[in-house]
């Protein structure tokens, strides 16, 4: 597939570069907010829109206090305006800090893509999407939000991006995907979590 160009994902042993966003529901976050004090998991995703993403949000949500308790903070960093962000906040549950960057300064800073899809896996995504959307209403009552953000990227998907930084601001874990990949387990990030708390000064390796 076609790609946008970008700059390379930050590496292991890296800093971390630095942000502050706009997050849903008011106020601004800094990943340096964080520094000395919890071990941030940076999530580039579509956002609440998007089923897959939304499924992805779920499991996290569900363990979200897992997290917690190992002075972890999951930040889910996606393309949303600021007033899309704050209607999710009133109509949705978020269990997580979600933040906005539909200017996608941030997202090209950590070397996140968009992918141009086909027309054939546009039209695979579109009835994929839309099955997975019915499914939630039916048996769950949940409602899509309107894509707001898919029409602005046309036929450009991002990729998925996860990153763990240490309480120094250190790259210690990076984890790439395509648009529709599931993110790595609960289990696996908990993990990754306990061994950064036990030895913060040890590099974690990248996948």
């Not at 930050?10 to 800093?15: D, S």
Request: aromatic share 10%; hydrophobic share 40%; glycine share 8%.
């Amino acid at each position: 597939m076609e790609q946008t160009t970008h700059h390379p994902h930050p590496a292991v042993g890296e800093a971390a570069p630095e942000f502050r966003l706009p997050a849903a529901g008011g106020g601004e976050i800094a990943l340096s907010d964080y520094r000395g004090r919890k071990t941030p998991l940076l999530w580039f995703s579509k956002g609440l829109f998007c089923p897959f993403c939304r499924r992805n949000m779920a499991r996290l949500s569900q363990s979200y206090a897992e997290f917690v308790a190992l002075d972890a903070e999951v930040l889910q960093i996606t393309h949303n305006t600021q007033k899309e962000a704050d209607v999710y906040f009133r109509n949705y549950h978020l269990a997580t800090p979600y933040l906005c960057d539909a200017d996608r300064r941030v997202h090209e800073a950590y070397g996140v893509v968009m992918e141009k899809q086909s027309l054939g896996a546009m039209a695979e995504n579109w009835v994929t999407s839309s099955a997975m959307v019915a499914h939630d209403l039916l048996l769950h009552g949940e409602k899509s939000p309107p894509p707001i953000p898919a029409l602005r990227m046309g036929s450009f998907q991002p990729t998925q991006l996860v990153v763990a930084v240490d309480r120094g601001g250190v790259v210690r874990y990076v984890w790439s995907g395509g648009p529709f990949d599931t993110l790595p387990t609960v289990a696996e990030l908990l993990a990754l979590f306990q061994s950064m708390g036990s030895a913060l000064s040890a590099p974690e390796q990248a996948h």
